[in-house]
């Protein structure tokens, strides 16, 4: 179902969300899965598809991209709550994370790439959105892909936490649940989910 009909239930939660016609994708899963790499590359082959731009006040990473995010202040993301400026807003590992009113050309489709909490208010408000849950192959692998990333000891083990408590829920959420074991299969496979979605709009 297209994300304005979904509106007639839920205008009142987010109205400007109900103008647009187009679906909404939300990509989720823990730390070091490699969801960055896989929705870009669902940018590359699907032109129909819009990526929302979270902030955070979490600092830029060495040789992370400027546009990654957009990089605010404390004061300047918890203003942007008080304006209603979020679609969903979290606090992750001590830093905030937010999605703002979803502003996408006629036509396209969302997507989101945001974690648990995240995903569940977006799920909460719209249940037509649909929800891919992204896993990674195992613990050694994701502790790879996150020393990789350059993040210090400390935070690799923060972030295999907090991975561990939010996977229950994000399998629960979810409505595809996607092992990310051969990036090109992923991506097939995720491209084959939003076909279908696409088809039964
Ligand atoms: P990182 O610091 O590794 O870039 O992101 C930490 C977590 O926050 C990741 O799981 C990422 O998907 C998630 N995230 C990024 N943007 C948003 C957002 O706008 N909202 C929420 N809820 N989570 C986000």
């Known amino acids: 179902m297209g994300w304005s009909r979904r509106c007639r239930d839920d205008a009142l939660s987010l109205g ?8 909404v994708f939300v990509v989720s899963g823990p730390g070091g899965v490699g969801k960055s790499t896989l929705v870009t590359e669902l940018m590359k082959r699907d032109p129909e598809l819009w990526l929302s731009r979270s902030w955070t006040t979490r600092e830029q990473r060495p040789g992370e991209a400027f546009d990654a995010y957009h ?12 304006a209603g400026g979020f679609l969903e807003w979290t606090s992750f ?16 489709d969302i997507v989101l790439e945001i974690e648990v909490d995240g995903a569940s208010q977006v799920k909460k408000q719209h249940p037509s959105a649909v929800l891919i849950f992204v896993l990674p192959p195992s613990r050694e692998e994701q502790r790879a892909r996150l020393n990789a990333r350059g993040d210090d000891e400390r935070k690799v083990d923060q972030r295999l936490r907090k991975a561990e408590e939010e996977e229950p829920i994000g399998i629960a959420l979810a409505d595809h649940v996607i092992v990310n074991q051969q990036l090109e299969q992923t991506i097939a496979d995720m491209l084959g989910v939003i076909s279908e979605a696409r088809r039964n709009r």
């Open 16 to 23: 400007q969300v109900c103008s647009m016609s187009g679906l």
């Open 71 to 82: 990089f605010v202040t404390r004061a300047q993301f918890e203003a942007h709550i008080d």
């Open 93 to 108: 590992l001590g830093n905030y994370y937010g999605t703002p009113q979803p502003n996408p050309p006629v036509g396209k």
